[in-house]
């Protein structure tokens, strides 16, 4: 079946670690996308891809860093830098007019 | 500056009702498009409709339309015979149509409860 993939589903991390969130997709997308949703929020951009070995920072890219060496990957990694990193974290990717999302990742700092 | 702004955050309906969400915007863009996403308590986003600014009829698919008013700055979307399961977070959300950098940006949402 096509669609965005995303995992883990929860993730657990110490304060000062580095975490790696995983987004794929087999939609043939060329556009990725990262989105943070804090409870009772919208979603903002954390940044985006449209494109092979190209990206750009949203609205909140601080404390975040990304990579897009396949189509079909947009990993994020959240550093020790992003002070307050507990949020739903959502993966997109999209053609033209739309973005289809995966099924989140739920990240708690201990 | 791009804005949106859905101003009820919470509605109860009765089942098999049709029920409003209002959103508006704010662009100074002459082309741009307008989106409705459901989040079911699951997280996931669902796509439901979108709208482009140059399409002349409002977007329908199946029991949601969306009641596009231009001049308004307005885009509500429309749920017609309400079921249980469309209980949701709903989030209108607006793209810049035309840039290279195809963002979205959301509103805060509106909890929509389905009453039995």
């Known amino acids: 079946d096509g669609g965005i993939t995303q995992s883990p589903k929860y993730l657990f991390r110490k304060e000062g670690q580095n975490v790696t969130l995983s987004c794929e997709q087999n939609?043939?997308?060329?556009?990725m996308y990262w989105y943070r949703q804090d409870p009772g929020q919208g979603l903002r951009l954390i940044y985006y891809?449209?494109?092979?070995?190209?990206?750009q920072k949203g609205d909140i890219a601080e404390g975040y860093s990304v990579s897009r060496e396949k189509k079909e990957s947009f990993p994020l990694t959240v550093t020790s830098a992003q002070k307050n990193p507990t949020a739903f974290y959502l993966c997109?990717?999209?053609?033209?007019?739309?973005?289809?999302f995966g099924p989140g990742t739920r990240l708690t700092v201990l | 500056a791009q804005k949106i702004t859905q101003t009820q955050p919470g509605m109860f309906v009765q089942e098999k009702e049709a029920v409003t969400l209002d959103c508006t915007y704010d662009?100074?863009?002459?082309?741009?498009?307008l989106f409705w996403y459901k989040q079911p308590s699951s997280g996931e986003m669902i796509f439901l409709i979108y709208?482009?600014?140059?399409?002349?009829q409002n977007a329908t698919e199946g029991r949601y339309s969306l009641n596009f008013q231009k001049a308004r700055k307005s885009a509500n979307l429309v749920i017609s015979a309400s079921q249980l399961g469309d209980s949701a977070m709903y989030f209108c959300?607006?793209?810049?149509?035309?840039?290279?950098?195809?963002?979205?940006?959301f509103g805060s949402g509106t909890r929509l409860s389905i009453r039995p």
């Open positions: 997109a990717s999209g053609l033209t007019d739309t973005q289809y």
């Open positions: 939609l043939n997308h060329d556009a």
């Open positions: 891809s449209q494109i092979v070995n190209d990206f």
């Open positions: 662009t100074s863009d002459p082309s741009y498009g």
């Open positions: 709208q482009g600014s140059y399409d002349q």
């Open positions: 959300a607006m793209k810049h149509r035309g840039s290279s950098a195809s963002k979205i940006i």
